[in-house]
């Protein structure tokens, strides 16, 4: 039961371009939503996130937007840049009901051609 | 501040054999989890503590795996006998005190092979 789902196993896009990486959940007791960003022979880290409250969250190059109704999120980054180029994990929390829980999404591979 | 250490980096083995996994959380985070991650299931949880304690271990895949926390600073992770479908990365993975956000601060991982 994959219930946080990146359909897009990868992405190529051209330098100062936007990439739109996305993803879709199933459960609607998640109320806390979070990108991360994964390098080769490294660990995960986070990027940005947002409350179920709102439906976007900008920092720098980095926007998350989010659409309740459809179970949707989306991360755009704006220009892209090759240091960009890693996997992107999408992962969700139910806060009220699994606490401290994450629920990750499969991954995609972005690549960002000089 | 060291970070989320997880030892080895890398383990190569045989089936069958006993295959521990180690990790030091970030000092102060009351919180550590245990990840697996492969090609088709991406990031998976395994287990988690809270202040030592096993909350949720309903992700470990089978009585071959076990997980300790003896302390606030050390965990263990163990496949006992191990098998080639084990081969994976595993992440260990810590959280301060439960707030406002579950931003999780992730180890770099040790890629298990099991031949």
């Known amino acids: 039961d994959q219930q946080v789902k990146q359909n897009s196993p990868s992405l190529s896009v051209q330098e100062g371009r936007i990439s739109i990486l996305n993803c879709d959940y199933t459960?609607?007791?998640?109320?806390?939503f979070l990108w991360y960003k994964k390098y080769p022979a490294e660990g995960p880290t986070f990027l940005i996130s947002i409350s179920s409250i709102k439906d976007k969250n900008e920092d720098g190059r980095f926007t998350v937007f989010l659409n309740k109704s459809a179970k949707h999120l989306s991360l755009h980054i704006v220009p892209s840049q090759p240091g960009d180029s890693a996997v992107y994990f999408c992962?969700?929390?139910?806060?009220?009901?699994?606490?401290?829980?994450?629920?990750f999404g499969e991954g995609t591979q972005l690549t960002v051609n000089p | 501040d060291a970070g989320v250490i997880q030892s080895p980096r890398h383990e190569v083995t045989e089936m069958g054999q006993e295959v521990t996994l180690r990790c030091k959380p970030i000092?102060?985070?009351?919180?550590l989890f245990w990840y697996r991650q492969t090609m088709m299931r991406g990031l998976e949880l395994l287990i988690y503590?809270?202040?030592?304690?096993?909350?949720?271990d309903s992700g470990m895949p089978e009585d071959r795996f076990s997980a300790k926390m003896p302390n606030a600073s050390f965990s263990t992770l163990k496949i006992q006998p191990s098998e080639p479908r084990d081969s994976a990365v595993y992440f260990c993975a810590s959280l301060p005190a439960l707030g406002l956000n579950n931003e999780q601060f992730f180890g770099p991982g040790t890629r298990l092979t099991v031949l």
């Open positions: 000092s102060g985070h009351d919180y």
């Open positions: 503590f809270n202040n030592n304690v096993p909350i949720d």
């Open positions: 992962a969700a929390s139910a806060r009220e009901t699994s606490g401290s829980r994450l629920t």
């Open positions: 459960n609607s007791m998640f109320d806390y």
